[in-house]
């Protein structure tokens, strides 16, 4: 019985899924980016808002991330 066994088909190899991994960090990374720069009292504007890493890194970030997600989905093996 144990001969007749086979293995799960997966949809994925795992290198894309090792890629996938890292595109889904690089994803969180960049969100963590954007977090921040509030002030505590309403009523006082801070101008940490607009500053270069959440209007232009941090976004750049999660884009990439999103581009290695998409390439890990559609990785063909060598197969």
Do not use: H
């Amino acid at each position: 019985m144990k001969n007749n066994e086979q293995k799960p088909d997966f949809l994925f190899e795992k290198v894309n899924y090792k890629i996938l991994l890292i595109g889904i960090a690089v994803i969180a990374l960049g969100f963590i980016l954007m977090s921040g720069g509030g002030s505590d009292d309403p009523k006082v504007w801070n101008d940490e808002v607009f500053n270069f890493r959440r209007i232009r890194l941090a976004p750049t970030v999660v884009l990439i991330g999103f581009g290695i997600t998409i390439y890990s989905i559609f990785k063909k093996n060598k197969q």
